[in-house]
């Protein structure tokens, strides 16, 4: 962590902490419409559960960054069993694909043998249950570029293995990378494509994104619609709250948006910016059941954890 600049430290552990408080401000407003613009939410509700809390999003995201404590580079196998003892507590929020190959993996197939299943049976799923939770790698990986697109890409395909998802792990990744390291949110998304090759269909979709207007934004589970508004939200606001108010009150898929927005945005803006009355709020349990709870304080030591296992730069 010495290599880091105090600047560069601060905008990874805003990207955590975003990422957290985008997930708690999209949890009420998940599967829900789009808010008009005269009635967004702007502060923590109740929801499914109290106000502040996080989701299954930063749940996998804690247990991955968990794996990456322990294991360097990341073990694909601990990761899963990790992600397998989540599930074995029967959190209130988890994705079919998700469920489908955890449990397969609990029924004795290895990590890689349940994903390569799950994908040869729907070539064409490429939902956002993985990008949702890539956020930790950015922060151990922020000094080893080639490992941080690697390691995205292999957190993925444990249960996300079809490339538009590891793609866009890879890409969020970078963008966090670019962005803390003093990139333009601009800068941050031309380099990512340059140096992460996604599909032509992800091209289009990203390039046109700041672009597009609000309504034309359907943020549904889908990997590639998350990508767009969280690309559209920290593209078209000009603070961290604006991007991640816009991004969650687009609805339907508001947690997760948001909580990609959240790690962008706080990579963009740093702490000072996140505003204090969310992290005096935020909330949430783990691991699942053990009476553990997580605040904004603890998330930041997490995050510093995670920056200590960088190689020197």
Known sequence: MDALSPA???RLRAAALGAALGDALG??????????????????????????????????????????LAFSPLNPQDLADRFVGW??????????????????????????????????????????????RCW?????????PEQLIEESRLQSRVTHP?????????????????????????????SALETVRVSEQALDMLRRAPQQPRGALVNSGWVLHTLESAVWGLMTAH???????????????????????????????????IPPRWKIVLRGEWPLDS????????????ADDLLAVNAPA
């Open 162 to 190: 079809a490339q538009d998802c590891q793609d866009a792990c890879a890409l969020v990744n970078w963008m966090i990378r670019e962005l803390a390291f003093g990139a333009s949110p601009e800068q941050a998304l031309d």
């Open 291 to 302: 009476g553990q709870i997580w605040d904004a304080a603890r998330l930041l030591r997490l």
């Open 136 to 144: 930790p790698v950015a922060l151990a990986r922020c000094t080893q």
């Open 239 to 273: 603070s961290f709250e604006e991007a991640v108010v816009q991004v969650a009150n687009l609805g339907h898929d508001a947690d997760t948006a948001a909580a990609v927005t959240g790690a962008l945005a706080g990579a963009a803006y740093g702490l000072e910016a």
């Open 27 to 68: 949890m009420p407003l998940e599967f829900g419409p789009a808010l008009p613009l005269e009635r967004l939410e702007r502060e923590m509700r109740a929801g499914r559960l109290p106000a502040g809390s996080f989701t299954d999003d930063t749940e996998m995201a804690l247990a991955l960054a968990e794996s990456l």
């Open 8 to 10: 560069v430290c601060d």
């Open 87 to 132: 599930l074995g507590h029967n959190p209130p929020d988890v994705g079919n694909q998700t469920c489908k190959i955890l449990n397969r993996i609990r029924q004795g197939l290895d990590w890689e043998a349940a994903s390569l299943e799950s994908l040869r049976h729907n070539p064409t799923s490429s939902g956002n249950g993985s990008v949702m």
